[in-house]
């Protein structure tokens, strides 16, 4: 039987970014047809064209190239080339039933992990071999769990069609919007999200989330005239200078009544020298909202801003969405479920519908949306771990003992929505 525990670890041992997933994706395929699922990946399951912050071309090899020298499976791998990381099982029950999904996300963070005695992978051995790249989030934990799910479901004797989604790109909202305009969820009825941590007690089950925000992410070039910052600097337009206006202007942006607002330029970057008046300048900006609608008038009025910066300082500009998300709002129906099969599994002791902790944004809502906007149902899950440091930290970790129990959790759902 698949141990949850060290599966876990070996991916924590393999870090990798966005759409780079190479060596972690690859893994899964091989598990999944070990386990005779029909198993569809790569291009197959996730619409090229629509990806969102997509690494540079030399990025992606070098991560492809790093997946094979760790012994990443060169068959799957090419199927992945250009970043094309997604991977879905699926998997036909003995009867005729619902299609029923599990979604897990794969990817790391750009974190240098801690080498601190004190912490556990480090301590363990089971600390990043990827240099710069950590599983700072639990999305280790959420593969395997997506993996030791495939194996009990595997003997095939449940009622309907298992579809487990492991998903790239999470982080910065970026991987699901694409597999789901590749239609991977249009035949799905019921879907089931899940996050572990949040630095909730163990044991405690939280059957919706619905705090999530919405959230885009724009990418801004802007392009001015070089000059000579002392002897002609008249002569020259100042593409620094045009992003500065923006994002002071961008922070200034009033809050809205009516909701939750978020505005941050997280990335400001231009020039070469002191003496040239700077000809490049690029930024990247972040909005989020607790409605979708104020979100998306945040980003038109982050658009005004640009261009009116720009204007002032005769530069020209580019814009491009690298990231996104939107909100949840998960089926009752399913959150009753998620709390009565989680009361049945002994170390489960604390039971919530809702959550009641910010976790930002998640892209897992494109599924869970376009799911229910075909007439299906969906939820998003807390699973809690208390944690040793906060999500994206170089000395994260979970409660491993919180794995068996989220498997146990979700095959418990698993069976009781295919029977």
């Known amino acids: 039987m698949m141990e949850v525990i060290s599966l876990r670890r070996e991916f924590h041992k393999h870090p990798e970014l966005g759409f780079t997933e190479f060596w972690t994706a690859s893994k899964v395929v091989e598990i999944l047809e070990s386990l005779n699922y029909k198993v569809l990946y790569g291009r197959d399951v996730i ?18 190239s790093r997946a094979s020298q760790h012994g990443a499976n060169q068959t799957i791998l090419e199927r992945m080339t250009g970043g094309n990381t997604a991977v879905v099982g699926v998997l036909e029950g003995k009867r005729k039933g619902p299609t029923v999904a599990f979604r897990f996300d794969m990817d790391a963070l750009p974190i240098q992990e801690s080498t601190n005695a004190e912490h556990f992978p480090f301590s363990l051995g089971f600390n990043s071999k990827f240099n710069g790249n950590m599983h700072a989030c639990a999305h280790d934990g959420h593969t395997a769990m997506g993996l030791a799910l495939a194996e009990r479901l595997a003997n095939r004797d449940f009622c309907g069609t298992l579809k487990l989604i492991f998903q790239p790109a999470e982080e910065g909202g970026r991987g699901a919007y694409a597999m789901t305009q590749k239609g991977v969820v249009d035949d799905v009825d019921f ?3 899940s996050h572990l941590g949040l630095d909730l007690p163990l044991g405690e089950v939280h059957g919706g989330n619905s705090t999530f925000l919405a959230s885009s992410k724009l990418e801004v070039e802007f392009h001015g005239v070089p000059s000579h910052a002392g002897g002609t600097p ?7 200078l ?16 009516g909701g939750i607002t978020r ?9 070469t020298a002191a003496n040239i008046i700077p000809q490049q300048a690029s930024m990247v900006v972040e909005v989020r909202s607790d409605k979708a609608d104020i979100c998306d008038e945040l980003l038109n009025r982050v658009y005004k801003i640009i261009k009116h910066s720009a204007e002032m300082h005769g530069l020209t500009y580019e814009t491009k969405i690298i990231g996104g998300s939107t909100t949840i709002q998960p089926d009752p129906e399913l959150v009753s479920i998620v709390l009565q099969e989680a009361k049945k599994i002994n170390g489960f002791t604390t039971f919530k519908e809702d959550s009641d902790v910010s976790v930002g944004s998640e892209d897992a809502s494109f599924f869970i949306n376009r799911v229910q906007e075909l007439g299906g149902k969906g939820t998003y899950m807390n699973i809690g771990s208390p944690l040793p440091a906060p999500h994206h930290h170089h000395e994260f970790d979970i409660d491993e003992n919180v794995l068996p129990l989220a498997v146990n959790l979700l095959e418990n759902i698993a069976r009781r929505m295919l029977s």
Request: charge should be neutral; glycine fraction near 12%.
């Open 242 to 257: 045009g992003a500065a206006t923006a994002l002071l202007n961008i922070h200034a942006l009033p809050r809205f009544s």
């Open 263 to 271: 505005v941050n330029v997280g990335i400001l970057k231009g020039g």
């Open 47 to 64: 619409d090229e064209q629509s990806r969102r912050g997509v690494p540079t071309q030399n990025i992606l090899d070098e991560a492809f």
């Open 234 to 240: 008249e002569k020259g337009c100042n593409a620094l």
């Open 191 to 193: 879907i089931f999200c």
